[in-house]
């Protein structure tokens, strides 16, 4: 079955510290893999998808077929990073979401 | 207003009620989709819509109804609801169904709905 696993519930982390968020996904066939960002007060919003190969707000997520992984990776966490991170699969005609992962940046 | 919006903002309602949650997308999308987000299940979809026909219906007991009269209006018509089904609701559009690009999600801000 088509699944997507972030296996932390929160991080904490000090501002300029390295930051990877984990997700772990299983899906028959080539994924598409999204991160999905919500911070306080504010709606649920695309970050980044694993296609575009891009690098939004520092934040970067290389697909690695043979782990079967999507972590998000930034070198240098700041505070407005604080957020709900969801990291999503695309499957024939919807989004499946992971559980989330809380990441905290203490100044 | 631009974007997915949606109304009410909050609600609250008894067991016995009958409200409906309204959404309402700006963006020329073909595709809608109503979540759950509770501290439990983050984010569980319930419904997908694709040219105002329903495509996806996520084991959603039937107290919940949607409705999609034209590809800018989604609706989740509530009755009969529990205690657990208190929640946020979240409507979210994308272009279409199709793989790539065209999938991005766009978000409401959800209804806080609350179920004495």
């Known amino acids: 079955a088509q699944r997507v696993t972030q296996p932390e519930k929160l991080l904490s982390v000090f501002k300029g510290a390295p930051v990877e968020l984990k997700c772990n996904y299983s899906y028959s066939g080539s994924p598409e893999l999204f991160w999905y960002v919500q911070y306080s007060r504010q709606r649920l919003q695309l970050l980044l998808r694993?296609?575009s190969r891009e690098s939004i707000k520092g934040f970067t997520a290389d697909l690695n077929k043979g782990e079967t992984s999507f972590h998000l990776k930034k070198p240098f966490a700041q505070e407005e990073d604080s957020a709900m991170y969801y990291c999503?699969?695309?499957?024939?005609?919807?989004?499946?979401f992971g559980t989330g992962t809380r990441l905290q940046v203490f100044p | 207003e631009t974007g997915v919006t949606q109304t009410p903002r909050h609600l609250v309602m008894g067991m016995t009620n009958k409200k409906s949650l309204k959404c309402e997308q700006h963006l020329g999308h073909n595709a809608m989709y109503w979540y759950k987000q509770s501290a439990k299940k983050p984010l569980e979809l319930m419904f997908v819509y694709s040219l105002e026909e329903r495509v996806e219906n996520n084991s959603v007991p039937s107290r919940f109804s949607p409705e999609c009269p034209n590809s800018s209006h989604l609706f989740l018509h509530l009755h009969t609801l529990q205690p657990e089904d208190s929640a946020l609701y979240l409507c979210?559009?994308?272009?279409?169904?199709?793989?790539?690009?065209?999938?991005?999600?766009?978000f409401g801000p959800g209804t806080r709905l609350t179920v004495l």
């Open positions: 999503a699969l695309y499957n024939t005609d919807k989004l499946i």
């Open positions: 979210a559009s994308s272009q279409d169904l199709a793989g790539g690009l065209r999938n991005e999600q766009f």
């Open positions: 694993h296609i």
